[in-house]
């Protein structure tokens, strides 16, 4: 038994080929004293990211603007 697939035999897969899954994309955040946060890189390059979702990842970036209670944030699937 592997614990990482569960019961039964394990399989033969590479490592990060379930890593997708659960990652869409990895987003590099700057923070600019003028403008705020703003998304610098988004790797894979083709991802296309609605506004909702940039808003969210730049509000998200930065941990001194987070408060549960001040914002509407989704964090989305």
Known sequence: ??????S???RHEEPWARFSSWL???CVVTFDLELGQAIEL??????????KEKT???YLSFPDS???KSHD???FP
Not at 1 to 6: D, I, K, R, T
Not at 42 to 51: A, F, H, N, R
């Open 66 to 68: 987070y408060s549960g």
């Open 8 to 10: 039964g035999s394990p």
């Open 56 to 58: 969210s990842i730049c």
């Open 73 to 75: 944030t989704e964090c």
């Open 42 to 51: 988004v790797y894979p390059q083709d991802v296309k990211l609605t506004e």
């Open 24 to 26: 869409e994309c990895v």
């Open 1 to 6: 038994m592997n614990p990482l697939y569960g």
